[in-house]
């Protein structure tokens, strides 16, 4: 890794109310000292050098003459040359509608975007491939649930228990359902490590619990015992994540004991380990193609198949119908029932070549390369989010949320932090605008 020197000359404060430009300076003369040529052993190039040529967006200058480096990842990730040329295959080459003709141009595409959900099924491990739903995003996703589930499962005095830590899309939802039902909505907080309480979460499970929505691994991270709107605004610092790998598995056999379902939130995990549905006997679980490798525009719900063929439509439309009178419908089976209208098919093929790519590499050689690991004699090696970790914390005046990475604690290859008299703003400012 190249140490960055910022252009302090030429910055200007965001945010007026930041103390000085003198702290800004502080923290720009520890940044440089803490970067470090030294993440990789001479003798080995990294998963990072060898992958990068796949991205042409990578291979600009900003700023004038800046070489362009990209930290957004948690947000979106940016796309691999085949990918692009999946999607320029579809529309050159097969462009049509799926499932509504038999010429050649509507078969090849309905094979296609099929092959696509295979695809996903196979790289989380799900049964079947009739278990995975596409949707627009996780977003729409999480709401397929609670509005088909939810509003057909909850009742008054029933309990969805989530953490205070879940993205948005994973709570208004189920504040929406919770208005229409009379279901309660109940908050794991964080412990002293600022991850969720897990002795807390079996003491509130109970058999009023009917859902659990949790994250497998984090993008939004606040303080322990802060109010809830602190945890909002901390969201918008612009530094996100922070949080430790949850063990779904003991979660979801928690929750199933006392007859919870529960819904996982893996956003953040799919792109970056392997993910094997069965092995966490989850109920549902969301992912978004964007956050890895994929176009947007496309995301996936794997159901249960039993719980997918006993929940009503989301949406009604084409091609979720078997059968259509003026006084009534017939509906098709899972996961067409959920499909409504002509679905995003180019992006479902993107992703679908997104997975190719991933797995390809291997999904267990990215794990390793991201997510730290002990430091041994025979292994001196310091994967990713171990050496975010320390460098971050070697500047002075910084604060990182969440656990501190250890044999027992995997913290994912992310940092949420804040610089004391510094604010996010400008922080975000300064670093988008050094030079490599």
């Not at 029933?158 to 279901?183: R, Y």
Request: charged letters at 20%; hydrophobic letters at 40%; proline letters at 6%.
């Amino acid at each position: 890794m190249e140490a960055v020197v910022p252009k302090l000359a030429s910055f200007n404060l965001l945010n007026p109310k930041s103390k000085s430009k003198s702290a800004i300076r502080r923290f720009s003369s520890a940044l440089c000292v803490s970067s470090s040529p030294s993440v990789t052993s001479t003798d080995s190039v990294s998963l990072g050098h060898i992958t990068r040529p796949d991205f042409p967006i990578l291979h600009q200058e900003v700023y004038g003459s800046k070489k362009l480096v990209y930290l957004d990842n948690a947000a979106t990730s940016q796309k691999p040359i085949a990918v692009l040329k999946a999607l320029q295959n579809y529309y050159e080459a097969y462009n049509s509608n799926v499932h509504r003709g038999i010429h050649f141009l509507s078969a090849k595409a309905t094979d296609e975007y099929e092959l696509a959900r295979k695809k996903v099924a196979a790289f989380i491990n799900a049964s079947d491939s009739g278990e995975i739903v596409f949707t627009k995003n996780a977003t729409e996703a999480i709401n397929l649930v609670a509005y088909s589930w939810g509003l057909s499962n909850l009742k008054s005095g029933d309990e969805v228990i989530l953490t205070v830590a879940e993205h948005h899309s994973a709570i208004v939802p189920w504040q929406l359902v919770a208005q229409k039902t009379g279901a309660n909505l109940k908050f794991l907080n964080l412990n002293d490590d600022e991850s969720p309480d897990l002795d807390k979460l079996k003491e509130m499970l109970s058999r009023k619990t009917k859902l659990v929505v949790i994250h497998h691994i984090s993008n939004m991270l606040g303080r322990s015992g802060e109010p809830y709107g602190s945890y909002l605004s901390q969201s918008k610092s612009g530094f996100v994540l922070g949080a430790s790998i949850l063990p779904i598995e003991e979660i979801v056999h928690w929750s199933h004991d006392v007859g919870a379902k529960v819904l996982v939130d893996a956003c953040q995990s799919v792109p970056h380990m392997v993910v094997d549905v069965q092995g966490l006997d989850a109920d549902f679980l969301v992912a978004s193609s964007h956050k890895m490798c994929g176009p947007t525009g496309i995301g996936f719900l794997f159901g249960k198949s039993d719980l997918l063929s006993a929940m009503p439509p989301f949406l009604g439309g084409g091609e979720m119908i078997s059968d259509v009178f003026l006084d009534h419908s017939t509906f098709a089976d899972p996961p067409s029932r959920f499909e409504a209208g002509t679905p995003a098919i180019g992006e479902a093929i993107g992703l679908g070549a997104a997975i190719d790519y991933l797995s390809t590499i291997g999904m267990q050689k990215i794990h390793a390369y991201e997510f730290p690991k002990v430091s041994t004699r025979s292994n001196p090696k310091m994967e990713l989010a171990k050496y975010l970790y320390e460098n971050l914390l070697s500047i002075p005046n910084i604060r990182i949320y969440g656990p501190k990475p250890s044999e027992h604690v995997q913290r994912a290859a992310l940092c949420s932090f804040n610089v004391e008299n510094i604010h996010p703003t400008d922080i975000a400012t300064l670093l988008d605008q050094q030079v490599p």
